[in-house]
C-alpha cells in the first residue's frame, strides 16, 4: 500500500513516519514530496512545478541533462526546466527527479561505484527492453525507474550494519535459498521491505513499491500474474542477466533461481533470449561510453 501525499496524521501513517525514522531511511527530499503533492491535484500546474524543480540546482540540471539523453530523442537542445516537463511528460519527469535525487540521498556511499553503476546499468537496460518489446502496461520510464531504486534497501542496510558486505556477499552466492532468507537469518529485516518503505515514503508509484517489495519472490497469485509490477520484476531480472552476460557486472545467482519464471511470464524463448544477449551488447557499450 503506497500511503497518499493527501494522508492525516492517522495512526496508520504514524506508525508508517516511525518505522522511516526507526530504520533511518532517507527522506523524501522536499522537492520531491511537493512535486507529488501537485502531482496528485486533477489538474497539476506546470508553472508551479516548474518552480518546484527549479528551486533544487542539482534536480533541475539533472533533469535537463536527462531531457536532452538520446533516450529522449529531442529535436533540439533543451536548456530549461520548462522544456523538459513538457518533453517528457509530468508522469517521467516526476519518476527522473526521484531518479536525480536516489544517490543525492547516500552522500556517503559514494565509494559504492560498482554498485550504483551495476543499478545505472540495470535500470538502462530495463527501459530498453521495455522499449524493445512493449508489455502491456509496461512502460520505459517505469521500468528504467524501478531498475534503479530495486535496490536501494541494499545501501539502507550498507549504511546500518556494519557486518552487511559479508551477509551480501553470501546472499549472491545461494543457489537454492530465496536472497532475502540470508537477511533474514542474521538481520531484524532484509532489504525488500526496506527499499519498499523507501519508495513508499517518496511517493514512486505503487507498481514500483509492490515490485521492489516482491523483486525475490516471483512466484505471482493467479490474480497478480499480468499485473505492470510483475513485469517489471521481471525485466529487471532479464536486464541483470544480460548486464552479467556482457560485463560481469552484479554477478549473482539469481537468474538460476528466478530466470525459467522470467522468461514464461515475458513471453521469451531461450532462442529469442540468446539473440537478445547479442542486441544487448551495443546497449551496454553505449551506457559506459
Known amino acids: 500500500m503506497t500511503v497518499s501525499a493527501d494522508s492525516n496524521d492517522t495512526p496508520l501513517n504514524r506508525e508508517f513516519q516511525s518505522a522511516l525514522r526507526d530504520n533511518r531511511i532517507p527522506p523524501c527530499p522536499i522537492a520531491l514530496e511537493r512535486l507529488a503533492h501537485e502531482m496528485n491535484r486533477a489538474e497539476p500546474d506546470l508553472r508551479h512545478l516548474n518552480q518546484i524543480i527549479s528551486s533544487d540546482v542539482a534536480l533541475a540540471a539533472g533533469l535537463v541533462k536527462l531531457a536532452n539523453s538520446p533516450y529522449f530523442g529531442a529535436q533540439r537542445r533543451i536548456s530549461s526546466v520548462s522544456e523538459a516537463l513538457i518533453l517528457l511528460g509530468l508522469d517521467t519527469a516526476s519518476q527522473a527527479v526521484a531518479c536525480i535525487a536516489l544517490a543525492e540521498a547516500f552522500p556517503n556511499m559514494r565509494s559504492m561505484e560498482r554498485f550504483w553503476d551495476a543499478s545505472a546499468q540495470i535500470a538502462n537496460l530495463s527501459g530498453w527492453l521495455a522499449n524493445h518489446k512493449q508489455w502491456p502496461g509496461v512502460r520505459p520510464q517505469e521500468a528504467y525507474t524501478f531498475g534503479l531504486f530495486r535496490d536501494c534497501g541494499i545501501a539502507v542496510l550498507l549504511q546500518h550494519f556494519p557486518d552487511y558486505t559479508r551477509i551480501?556477499?553470501?546472499?549472491?552466492?545461494?543457489?537454492?535459498?530465496?536472497?532475502?532468507?540470508?537477511?533474514?537469518?542474521?538481520?531484524?529485516?532484509?532489504?525488500?521491505?526496506?527499499?519498499?518503505?523507501?519508495?513508499?515514503?517518496?511517493?514512486?508509484?505503487?507498481?514500483?513499491?509492490?515490485?521492489?517489495?516482491h523483486h525475490h519472490d516471483i512466484d505471482?497469485?493467479?490474480?497478480?500474474?499480468?499485473?505492470?509490477?510483475?513485469?517489471?520484476?521481471?525485466?529487471?531480472?532479464?536486464?541483470?542477466?544480460?548486464?552479467?552476460?556482457?560485463?560481469?557486472?552484479?554477478?549473482?545467482?539469481?537468474?538460476?533461481?528466478?530466470?525459467?519464471?522470467?522468461?514464461?511470464?515475458?513471453?521469451?524463448?531461450?532462442?529469442?533470449?540468446a539473440d537478445m544477449e547479442l542486441l544487448a551488447t551495443p546497449v551496454v557499450a553505449a551506457h559506459a561510453a
Open 220 to 273: 505471482p497469485a493467479p490474480e497478480s500474474r499480468d499485473t505492470p509490477f510483475r513485469y517489471l520484476i521481471c525485466i529487471s531480472q532479464l536486464a541483470e542477466h544480460l548486464l552479467q552476460k556482457n560485463t560481469g557486472l552484479s554477478k549473482t545467482d539469481e537468474w538460476e533461481k528466478l530466470g525459467t519464471r522470467c522468461l514464461e511470464q515475458l513471453g521469451i524463448s531461450e532462442e529469442e533470449l
Open 168 to 213: 551480501l556477499q553470501s546472499a549472491n552466492s545461494e543457489r537454492m535459498r530465496a536472497f532475502t532468507d540470508i537477511e533474514d537469518d542474521v538481520l531484524p529485516t532484509n532489504h525488500v521491505v526496506m527499499g519498499a518503505l523507501m519508495t513508499q515514503s517518496w511517493w514512486l508509484p505503487d507498481s514500483i513499491c509492490q515490485a521492489v517489495r
